[in-house]
């Protein structure tokens, strides 16, 4: 794992408690150091600080996405309005984490995040729409190939990050069943935020903006007090 905090206080204390827990951390003060360090040791997963001197988190993050690096990556920010954690998205972020934070919280997001580089799926066995013969899901006119880690809307290829394509994937094989929110936490981050989290919401807003196109029906429906559904209407 590579950790990236300028705070030292902060950095120490968020490198022993992962080392703890078992992960084998490398940290770095900042965003230079975090790319080269990234660039000599392929981690398994990446834990950014937005906020950094120089080089930010943000652009780290859009420096290895534009080099095809996939790795996970959890960004830890102090900025709480929608317009910042969407930005982070944008950059190619898979999750965040709000400070301060419970490192228990990292903790399980970095769980969920880990599970689905290793191949977890987001179902178990409650999926509505069967897979294709060639392995491919599918619904109304959105086709996914999980293996690939690719979907489609229509001939319309989507840049997803690994959040957002877990989270069309978990709607797609579910189509027509209405997911509530603590099911939609559990299967794809491992834990549930409570009722005051609005980190769903910002996810699928920014699924949708990927998602939707101009003529097109909105697939993604919010049902006040329960969850979402995919489905044509």
Known sequence: MLL????????????????????????????????????RSAPDILVLDVMMPGID???????????????????????????????GLDAGADDYVVKPFDVDEVFARLRALLRR???????DGHDATPPEPDGQVAAADLRMDPQARRAWRGER?????????????????????????ATIYDRIWGYDFGPGSKNLAVYVG?????????????LIHTVRGVGYVLRED
């Open 117 to 123: 580089t290793d191949g977890a799926t987001s179902g």
């Open 4 to 39: 990236a905090e300028d705070d030292r206080a902060i950095r120490h204390a968020l490198e022993r408690a992962l080392t703890l827990e078992g992960y084998e951390v490398t940290a770095v003060a900042d965003g230079v150091e975090a790319i080269a360090q990234a660039h």
């Open 57 to 87: 988190g943000l652009q780290v993050c859009r420096v290895l996405r534009a080099e095809g690096d996939r790795t996970p990556i959890l960004m830890l920010t102090a900025l709480v309005e929608t317009p910042d954690r969407i930005a």
């Open 206 to 218: 920014y699924l949708r903006r990927k998602v939707d196109e101009p003529g097109a029906d909105s």
């Open 157 to 181: 290829e989507l840049e997803l990050t690994r959040t957002e394509f877990d989270l069309l994937e978990l709607l797609v094989r579910n189509a027509g069943i209405v997911l509530d929110h």
